[in-house]
């Protein structure tokens, strides 16, 4: 009789193990501590291949459908809703609850009390000019700033336009960092901070931010600008994408380097997160791209990286009053550096030179002379469809452009001009979820900030599924849609890691680096397969 009974719960063990051996097990989430709307990525087992009634809790409560990313059996993304807090996060699949882990909100860790002179976090005390205009140069005083930026920056209010029915939360401003691409940081030590007003950026709260945390807010003016800019219409948009080497021949130890470009951030490109990467790179995120090095690979090896990001992609809508706009183009490192010819946009070739004074005439008001150029390649440059050879020179010559040399080709006589231009690179997606290669361009007026315009958009000359707009020649000069996935605003000099490195480059691609493949050593022969992005997920 006791030896039934102890069969018996011997057995009933068994079954409650195998039971909660089957159920979903959380190993590990990130972050740990996080804000809200951020994606939070559970990893672990037994969550199932489709989500199906599964769902994740969040201090007892559970995301929308529409805040999944991506479910697998070992992996979950899912945005962190507004409404949520600090607590234990659970699995539930089939009814079963997995282990917890706990998630802290940021905004509810305390911090420290401090005063003038206490506390080692970055401590501002204030602004100078407490006004000023995109691009103009403000002086933050303070302490505990660092000897050297680092990782350091300064955060100023940004904000998109929302329905008046969202939620409070939703409509709060957000904050957007100065900016590397227009040199927005000119000075940084302990005490003292010189950094220009990025675009994008509007009246709000200004914050110091290094790895000691952040600084207690400054109110801070944008001054009156020359028009207004709308960010709208927000789409999330999940990626994947992967590059594959082969090394068909190798005589010795060597190293082989893949510049993989990362997605852009910027005003209309937000939030940009990385999901998961099979492979740690060497250096993360240095002029736009990631380096990944593979040492010393045998004849026959093969090795493949794979990426995946989630973006926010808005809307861009710009109303200018031509009258207000500052004609006279004070010196800056955006002019310096947006106005000089490069490998790409040649705007000292006499014949582009001499083709920029015949569109612009006797217009000075550069927003003018930026819309005479556009008005010049869709009437006159040939823009089709069909991919053409070479780059702004050529399909100056034959006067045929696409996409990628008609964005050239209006750098260059925009350049020429004196008008600050650079080229995008990247893609857009079409409603089946197909990505296309794309490239357009932006100009920067003084005061005002970047201007995106389209020229292939606005000739109505990319295939995509959907139908192009009734008034995209007016719409693509200023404004510009939230189809876009950018990878480079402008151009990447990248330098070989060793002299003797034989690289390679990539054109009309996704990006505009000037490097993305390097051999060193003992590697004489191999192949590379870079692959497009494929979207997984649209929100």
Not at 246 to 258: C, E, Q
Request: net charge neutral.
């Amino acid at each position: 009789m006791n030896r039934s009974y102890g069969i018996v719960v011997a057995a009933l063990a068994f079954s409650l193990f195998s039971c909660l051996g089957r159920g979903p097990r959380i190993d590990s989430i990130d972050p740990r501590i996080g804000n809200m709307g951020e994606v939070l990525t559970i990893k672990g087992s037994g969550f199932h291949e489709e989500r199906g009634e599964s769902r994740v809790l969040l201090s007892g409560a559970a995301p929308t459908s529409s805040a999944y990313i991506e479910w697998t059996d070992s992996s979950i993304s899912v945005r962190i809703p507004d409404f949520g807090e600090s607590g234990l996060v659970y699995v539930v699949v089939g009814g079963k609850k997995s282990n917890p882990a706990l998630f802290t909100n940021r905004a509810s860790v305390p911090l420290p009390i401090s005063s003038n002179n206490e506390g080692i976090g970055p401590l501002a005390y204030s602004v100078n000019p407490t006004t000023a205009s995109i691009g103009e140069v403000v002086t933050i005083t303070g302490k505990n700033f660092g000897a050297a930026r680092e990782t350091g920056s300064v955060l100023f209010a940004w904000e998109a336009e929302t329905p008046p029915s969202a939620p409070a939360a939703v409509q709060a401003p957000n904050v957007i960092e100065a900016s590397d691409l227009e040199f927005d940081y000119e000075m940084w030590s302990d005490r003292e901070i010189r950094v220009r007003v990025p675009d994008g950026a509007i009246s709000g709260n200004l914050t110091v931010k290094t790895q000691q945390g952040s600084s207690v807010p400054l109110f801070f003016e944008v001054a009156d600008r020359p028009g207004t800019k709308i960010y709208k219409d927000r789409k999330s948009y999940v990626f994947n994408y992967s590059t594959d080497v082969s090394i068909s021949r190798a005589s010795g130890p060597g190293n082989l380097y893949l510049w993989i470009p990362i997605p852009a951030a910027g005003p209309a490109q937000r939030n940009r997160q990385m999901i998961n990467r099979s492979v740690e790179p060497f250096i993360d995120g240095y002029r736009g791209a990631s380096l990944f090095q593979f040492k010393d690979p045998a004849t026959g090896d093969r090795a493949q990286v794979n990426l995946s990001y989630l973006v926010d992609s808005y809307a861009v809508e710009t109303q200018i009053k031509s009258t207000a706009i500052n004609q006279n183009g004070r010196p800056s490192p955006v002019r310096s550096a947006y106005t000089i010819a490069t490998r790409l946009v040649p705007s000292q070739d006499k014949e582009i030179v001499k083709l920029a004074e015949q569109i612009a005439g006797k217009e000075r008001n550069p927003y003018e002379q930026a819309r005479k150029i556009y008005d010049w390649l869709l009437a006159e440059g040939g823009i089709g469809s069909t991919a053409t050879n070479g780059g702004a020179l050529e399909a100056l010559a034959a006067k045929r452009t696409d996409a990628y040399s008609a964005a050239l080709l209006f750098c260059a006589l925009a350049r020429a001009d004196g008008i600050p231009a650079v080229p995008i690179a990247g893609f857009v997606v079409d409603r089946n979820r197909a990505a296309i290669r794309h490239w357009w361009a932006e100009f920067w007026l003084d005061d005002f900030g970047w201007i995106p315009v389209d020229p292939a958009f606005g000739a109505g000359a990319v295939p995509l599924t959907s139908a192009p707009r009734a008034d995209a020649k007016d719409f693509y000069f200023g404004n510009m849609d939230n189809q876009r996935i950018v990878f480079s605003r402008g151009e990447a000099e990248l330098s070989p890691m060793d002299p003797r490195g034989r690289t390679a480059t990539r054109t009309r691609s996704y990006a505009f680096q000037s490097i993305w493949e390097e051999t060193i050593g003992g590697i004489d022969a191999y192949s590379s397969l870079w692959n497009d992005i494929v979207v997984s997920g649209v929100y």
